[in-house]
Nanobody, 122 residues
Framework: QVHVTESGGGSVQAGGSLRLSCVAS????????MGWFRQVPGKEREGVAT????????YYADSVKGRFTISQDKAADTIYLQMNNVVPEDTAMYYC???????????????WGQGTQVTVSA
């Protein structure tokens, strides 16, 4: 089971950038499929960007392709989400979690942490 801590969220104006970090804690380690999900009140949690640890292959939601980039630093047990050219629709609580290896933009389970809030102003 992977235990993570998300950070890097905050308020930013449209067109700006943010960099989110996800760090494993204690005896935790990253699974072969890890990534970022987001949720707004009243809507379902959606996959944003995920990555395979073994191959480095990346998967992105259509809404963020060309704007967001996911990366991993295995030595530091850290996964990043670089968010560029953000828009108000990116406003959400962002969570780092395991993804389904056979369906990478879906979560593997329901083990969610506290997340980090991102708010984009017009």
């Amino acid at each position: 089971q992977v235990h993570v801590t998300e950070s890097g969220g905050g308020s930013v104006q449209a067109g700006g950038s943010l960099r989110l970090s996800c760090v494993a804690s204690g005896y935790s380690y990253f699974a072969n499929c890890m990534g970022w999900f987001r949720q707004v009140p009243g809507k379902e949690r959606e996959g944003v960007a995920t990555i395979y640890a073994d191959t480095g292959r990346e998967y992105y939601a259509d809404s963020v392709k060309g704007r967001f980039t996911i990366s991993q630093d295995k030595a530091a047990d850290t996964i990043y989400l670089q968010m560029n050219n953000v828009v108000p629709e990116d406003t959400a609580m962002y969570y780092c979690a395991e993804c389904n290896y056979w369906s990478p933009l879906r979560p593997r389970n329901n083990n969610w942490g506290q997340g980090t809030q991102v708010t984009v102003s017009a």
